[in-house]
């Protein structure tokens, strides 16, 4: 099995090489937004990917249980992205969740 992962990141890392860098970034920002959409889904946290775009974009819904919402998926979708650059996510967590718990 590890043989197995071990050849699975060696290709992953050759398809990677061979893409654009801003190719990578708007599949990465593209997989971020669907992950979030998908893994708030399964919690209940039924957030529609327009308002999550619309929250990236700093348009927040005037509804206060729908803004919430999009403040969870923004700053879920910024913590991955730390992940994703290899920042370490609990250096940045404190503006994170002020973010989130912050009126739009």
């Not at 060696?10 to 990465?28: C, D, M, R, Y």
Request: glycine share 4%; aromatic share 4%.
């Amino acid at each position: 099995m590890t043989d197995l992962a071990v050849e699975l990141v060696a290709k992953a890392s050759g398809l990677a090489a061979q893409i654009q860098h801003t190719v990578q970034e708007s599949v990465g920002d593209l997989v971020r937004s669907m992950n979030c959409y998908y893994s708030n889904l399964i919690e209940g946290h039924n957030t529609h990917p327009r308002d999550i775009d619309a929250a990236l974009e700093d348009r927040y819904s005037p509804d206060l249980k729908r803004r919430a919402l999009q403040q969870e998926a923004r700053a879920h979708i910024e913590v991955q992205k730390l992940i994703d650059n290899g920042n370490d996510p609990q250096h940045n967590l404190r503006s994170s969740v002020r973010f989130s718990c912050e009126p739009a």
